[in-house]
């Protein structure tokens, strides 16, 4: 999801709503905690701004992805928004928290593109130190199981620049179709790049889990 639904034009019909401490499947509600071996995923706070900011300041975060917010300040509205959107049933985020950490390095996001999240786009950042860790697929698998078993979603799409070669490579790792090439598709910098269309489908994702180590929902 390199194109980020969230605009900075939104910020002011976000609110700063508290999230709550207790966490349930109801994830219109609040979002459950998802944990894995070495991580648990969660819903983001006001607390997580600053690490925010400082993930995708460096270039090699930053080039694949829609400008982010340049400030704390602009972080905070944007976690308000992701709460707003997830309270109207269009939006997840979810923060990626290691383990003997307190703080977010990395974000999963699913994105509704039709009413009930039956077919959604979904996309992924972290900072660049975690890279290579197991995170990401740990996680991703954490985020397709949450898709498929809460959100009932059957599709899943996510698109990376062609050049974005780690970016394609995660997608490829954790199974993922590559369906085609979407020619000039993301303006980044004043300039168009091609994207790689990627899918998951939910009946494809239930045979490639079986036998998989699901991280638990609290």
Request: proline share 5%; aromatic share 12%.
């Amino acid at each position: 999801m390199e194109k980020m639904p969230y605009q900075s034009e939104l910020e002011r019909a976000a609110t700063m709503a508290t999230p709550s401490t207790v966490t349930t499947t109801d994830w219109r509600a609040s979002l459950p905690v998802l944990a894995g071996s070495n991580f648990i995923l969660r819903e983001l706070c006001a607390e997580d701004a600053p690490s925010l900011f400082s993930m995708p300041t460096t270039e090699e975060v930053s080039r694949f992805i829609s400008p982010p917010p340049t400030t704390v300040e602009g972080f905070e509205r944007f976690i308000a928004w992701t709460q707003l959107q997830r309270e109207q049933g269009h939006y997840v985020c979810f923060g990626v928290v290691p383990s003997g950490m307190t703080t977010v390095v990395g974000l999963f996001q699913l994105r509704s593109l039709e009413a009930g999240f039956g077919s959604c786009e979904w996309g992924f950042a972290f900072g660049s130190h975690f890279w290579g860790t197991g995170l990401f697929v740990e996680g991703a698998r954490a985020v397709l199981n949450f898709g498929v078993d809460l959100l009932g979603a059957q599709r899943f799409e996510a698109r990376a620049c062609v050049a974005n070669g780690r970016g394609n490579g995660a997608l490829r790792k954790i199974g993922a179709v590559q369906e085609g090439i979407l020619r000039r598709s993301f303006l980044r910098d004043g300039r168009y790049h091609d994207q790689v269309l990627w899918s998951v489908l939910a009946e494809d994702w239930r045979l490639q889990r079986i036998g998989q180590d699901e991280p638990a929902v609290h």
